[in-house]
């Protein structure tokens, strides 16, 4: 097959360019400039698409022997990534900005791109397996990327390549040794790429400016304080609140109202919530019969629980927890498992959480 392989500079994506080109598969590397800033440096693990991050997929091209380019996406991510994740937080919800690229740049902008120019397939470094047809877990749990592929189409998995996720993250870096990769050692990257000192507040504060309102207690009504803008908190949120609540009892976030700028805050009995409403779900094959049994994970790296799975009558879904869960924000991507103990968690598929209870 004629593949293109996305390479971001980091280990995961050399490793799995480097097995598909031992595959005796026709390899063109491609790095994908997202940044406006073209030379913006990375600091250890925080950020990537750096112009470090260019060097080293380049490097790992030419020790392949492959073809190498770099495609410039800034614009487009700029519009689909950054800038929805910034009306997002305005709108009072909680966004995950890499499931948005995946399914805006990585496996739409790029897969398009490939397909126009006759490639069957893209390979990625992501940790999650694709057998039988179907999307599931990486064998390695602290490192499966599932959940950020969850709102990819069957057709997009189609034309998905992800070796790696048969094998645990040190074996990749093994394999990296092995070839001599100068990125075997490589840091991950961690927290969100654009926001590569890690302050989101601050980034949010930069793009929306100041916006103070009320933190008000949940159980009395009282005003607790005043925030910069509720974009500086996520439902769930315990630290950085600001307030003096007068007890020793933790608070954590409960609620968001943009257009008043209240931020509710409560006790930790007030946090849980059973019941998940989303918008219109994405399957990564045809959709399930409901309702149905299955588990859901509600954050990236959130633990997966037992749940129901119905129609809510309005085109999305109605999930039912078997436990109660803190940290449910709207924004946030429910995405639904069929436990498999043999053949490994399968993804269904996805929807946005629009509201909770």
Not at 16 to 25: N, P
Not at 84 to 95: I, K, M
Not at 178 to 202: L, M, N, Q, W, Y
Request: aromatic share 6%; proline share 5%; glycine share 12%.
């Amino acid at each position: 097959m004629r593949i293109l392989a996305a390479m971001s500079g980091g280990v995961d994506s050399a490793v799995a360019a480097a097995l598909a080109v031992e595959a005796g598969h026709d390899v063109t590397g491609v790095h994908l400039a997202l940044s406006q800033d073209r030379q913006t440096l990375r600091s250890g693990a925080r950020g990537c698409c750096s112009v470090e991050d260019a060097h080293d997929a380049r490097r790992v091209a030419d020790e392949l022997g492959v073809p190498f380019y770099v495609w410039d996406l800034a614009e487009r991510f700029t519009d689909d990534v950054v800038d929805d994740f910034v009306a997002e937080y305005a709108a009072g919800r909680t966004p995950n900005p890499c499931l948005r690229c995946n399914e805006r740049i990585k496996f739409t902008a790029v897969l398009d791109r490939a397909r126009a120019l006759g490639f069957d397939a893209v390979v990625t470094g992501h940790h999650a397996r694709l057998a039988d047809g179907h999307l599931r877990r990486s064998v390695d749990a602290a490192k499966d990327q599932s959940y950020v592929l969850g709102v990819l189409t069957a057709a997009q998995l189609a034309a998905a390549v992800f070796p790696l996720g048969g094998m645990t993250k040190q074996r990749v870096r093994e394999i990296a040794a092995e070839r001599g990769f100068a990125v075997a050692a490589k840091p991950d990257s961690h927290d969100i790429c654009f926001i590569p000192d890690g302050d989101t507040r601050g980034f949010l504060a930069r793009r929306l400016g100041e916006q103070p309102g009320p933190v008000v207690d949940a159980g009395t009504g009282a005003v607790l304080g005043e925030h910069g803008g509720t974009y500086g908190f996520t439902v769930g949120q315990r630290r950085g609140l600001g307030v003096d609540v007068g007890d020793a009892r933790p608070r954590y976030v409960l609620g968001i109202e943009p257009v008043t700028r209240t931020v509710t805050v409560g006790t930790a009995e007030l946090a849980g919530v059973t019941r998940v409403r989303t918008a219109t779900p994405t399957w990564t094959g045809p959709a399930p019969r409901l309702p149905l049994r299955a588990e859901v994970q509600l954050r990236a790296h959130g633990t997966a629980v037992r749940c129901e799975v119905a129609a809510d009558g309005d085109g999305g879904l109605l999930v039912t927890l078997a436990e109660a869960q803190r940290g449910v924000a709207p924004g946030q991507s429910a995405v639904v498992y069929l436990p498999d103990p043999v053949r490994g968690d399968r993804v269904l598929g996805q929807g946005t959480v629009a509201a909770t209870a």
